[in-house]
């Protein structure tokens, strides 16, 4: 979550104090917002929340996948599915 009081900097500021910057939101764990003339124009995630993000929107974009196949009716029965997996673990 992003603090309003600690977390927003303008553009200029993160210029001159990129890395102490960087440091607090290592350290913070929270993103920084970034504004140019007063608008939020980025925001700045480290490393590991990046991918965090990533992969939670990739899980959602595979389950939206998931649910329009399901409605055209492109999917297997969730037993047969099942089964298989269960034959492909017992060659193991």
Excluded: C, W
Excluded at 10 to 20: D, P
Aim: aromatic fraction near 4%; avoid cysteine; glycine fraction near 6%.
């Amino acid at each position: 979550m992003i603090d309003v009081t600690q977390d927003i900097h303008s553009l200029t500021t993160f210029k001159r104090n990129s890395s102490g910057l960087m440091k607090h939101m290592k350290k913070t764990g929270r993103p920084l917002v970034l504004t140019v003339k007063g608008k939020a124009e980025a925001v700045l995630l480290d490393a590991s929340a990046y991918q965090e993000v990533a992969s939670q929107l990739d899980a959602v974009a595979s389950i939206r996948r998931g649910l329009a196949q399901a409605r055209k009716g492109a999917g297997r029965p969730v037993d047969e599915v099942f089964d298989e997996l269960e034959r492909e673990d017992a060659l193991r």
